[in-house]
T-cell receptor, first 112, second 116 residues
Framework: RKEVEQDPGPFNVPEGATVAFNCTYSNSASQSFFWYRQDCRKEPKLLMS???SGNEDGRFTAQLNRASQYISLLIRDSKLSDSATYLCVVNPDSNRDDKIIFGKGTRLHILP | GAVVSQHPSRVICKSGTSVKIECRSLDFQATTMFWYRQFPKQSLMLMATSNEGSKATYEQGVEKDKFLINHASLTLSTLTVTSAHPEDSSFYIC????????????FGPGTRLTVT
């Protein structure tokens, strides 16, 4: 099983719709979780951290389910500018809190 | 704040030559810098972690003699791809962290290397 797995998509979603992605991770001892966004041929940028109790930032909501070892990202009222690849990122090693593992990403296309 | 630059953004070199890529944190001091590689439609793969003034820690499967990393100051790290081969063609991205914490990595814009 890969350390971090995501559905590669693409998800083609009409503007204004709600879309959700999941990501599973293999190491139950993983400590920290993040969603990054990567635009085509650009560097990844931190979108949000994922906290145990779930957290929201505007139209974006992140959830963590430790029992099932997955995290999710929900985007409400999607905008054209949300089109990007969303990367699930996990810090799997409690002995190395600087190391993060990236998933392959889920591609999202928002359709006008 | 938290800007990281990389140079060059794009480089084409011939097989057998060496290429140096620079990564700079412009407005903060980076305790730790990371080098990643991303092949098309693949995830970013960590190659190595470097702390200023000490030897880099390479991930399994990454040849330290081929990918030379120098982190001479708190704002500059370099990656040198030695004796480049076409299979080294990839997108190389660095990140810098002021604290080393997992959520605090700021990425450079990447360097697209093509080896002919």
């Amino acid at each position: 099983r890969k350390e971090v797995e995501q559905d590669p998509g693409p998800f083609n979603v009409p503007e204004g719709a709600t879309v959700a992605f999941n990501c599973t991770y293999s190491n139950s001892a993983s400590q920290s979780f993040f969603w990054y966004r990567q635009d085509c041929r650009k560097e990844p940028k931190l979108l949000m951290s994922v906290y145990s109790s779930g957290n929201e930032d505007g139209r974006f909501t992140a959830q963590l389910n430790r029992a099932s070892q997955y995290i999710s990202l929900l985007i409400r009222d999607s905008k054209l500018s949300d089109s990007a690849t969303y990367l699930c990122v996990v810090n799997p090693d409690s002995n190395r809190d600087d190391k993060i593992i990236f998933g392959k990403g889920t591609r999202l296309h928002i359709l006008p | 704040g938290a800007v990281v630059s990389q140079h060059p953004s794009r480089v084409i070199c011939k097989s057998g030559t060496s290429v140096k890529i620079e990564c700079r944190s412009l407005d903060f001091q980076a305790t730790t810098m990371f080098w990643y590689r991303q092949f098309p439609k693949q995830s970013l793969m960590l190659m190595a972690t470097s702390n200023e003034g000490s030897k880099a820690t390479y991930e399994q499967g990454v040849e330290k003699d081929k990918f030379l990393i120098n982190h001479a100051s708190l704002t500059l790290s370099t990656l040198t791809v030695t004796s480049a081969h076409p299979e080294d063609s990839s997108f190389y991205i660095c990140s810098a962290s002021p604290s080393g914490g997992p959520g605090e990595q700021y990425f450079g814009p990447g360097t697209r290397l093509t080896v002919t």
